[in-house]
């Protein structure tokens, strides 16, 4: 059964960080490019950064240079460093195998 579990939201306020963590297990995680999306209220769901197997890395140009996706292939563990938060980056994020495997979500909300 494969399960993708992300962790690491919550409340911080502008210009804080916050790195979200997705636990993927019974997937082939090391041989996969993943990503992270987002949903904003309102919104349709985003595409924010994606990794491929071998490390290369692709951001939405609202988050370059502020956000950071890497990989743990050892603990099958996907990360979003996310810094200098803004509060248009609240979202519900949600990390996937770009194809049929997505996680809950895990709410992101930047506030004062």
């Known amino acids: 059964q494969v399960q993708l579990v992300e962790s690491g939201g919550g409340l911080v306020q502008p210009g804080g960080s916050l790195r979200l963590s997705c636990a993927v297990s019974g997937y082939s995680f090391s041989v996969s490019a993943m990503g992270w999306y987002r949903q904003a209220p309102g919104k349709q769901r985003e595409w924010v950064a994606q990794?491929?197997?071998?490390?290369?890395?692709y951001y939405v140009d609202s988050v370059k240079g502020r956000f950071t996706i890497s990989r743990d292939n050892a603990n099958n563990t996907l990360y979003l460093q996310m810094n200098s938060l803004k509060p248009e980056d609240t979202a519900v994020y949600y990390c996937t195998n770009l194809g049929s495997y997505w996680g809950q979500g895990t709410q992101v909300t930047v506030s004062s």
């Open positions: 990794i491929s197997r071998g490390g290369t890395t």
